[in-house]
């Protein structure tokens, strides 16, 4: 398996809205992919979803009553669109999507890798995202924390 690491600040929108893809990340993407404006701790992103792990995360949401199950997929599937890269590795936003995760045309944007996903933020929320995390702690105080270690 391979993932996505790593953050890349080097990365502007165009004037039509398009997007070019970080090079070490466009094969295990892909041509074909989706777009999903997310809302992470309140913050509000746009994730590339290679279509296998699409599709793998929309399985898992099919979980829980009909209920629970059409609510959760309707909101992710509402907020997803289907995406194309260009020849030069490029690929458009859509205006909606754009609009949800505060990005606009001619605006900086930075890539972050999520492991299985690829996040697209706008500055300043980049900012506010990462201060909702804790800096005091190590990765091996949070793993443990994650594995039901120490509190």
């Keep these: 398996m391979h993932l ?6 080097n990365y502007k929108l165009d004037s039509k809205g398009r997007l070019s893809v970080p090079t070490k990340w466009r094969e295990r993407l892909g041509k074909e992919f989706y777009m999903v404006a997310v809302t992470v701790k309140g913050c509000k992103c746009i994730t590339l979803y290679p279509t296998e792990e699409f599709e793998i995360t929309y399985a898992n949401m099919q979980k829980g009553t009909e209920n629970q199950k059409y609510e959760t997929s309707k909101d992710f599937l509402r907020n997803a669109e289907e995406c194309i890269l260009d020849a030069q590795g490029r690929f458009t936003l859509n205006q909606r999507l754009k609009e949800l995760a505060k990005l606009s045309n001619d605006s900086d944007v930075i890539f972050e890798g999520n492991g299985k996903t690829i996040e697209i933020w706008n500055a300043d929320e980049f900012e506010k995202m990462q201060q ?18 120490q509190e």
């Excluded at 996505?4 to 600040?9: E, R, Y």
């Design 4 to 9: 996505f690491v790593g953050t890349l600040d």
């Design 132 to 149: 909702t995390f804790d800096s005091s702690m190590g990765i091996y105080d949070l793993m443990d924390k994650v594995n039901g270690g």
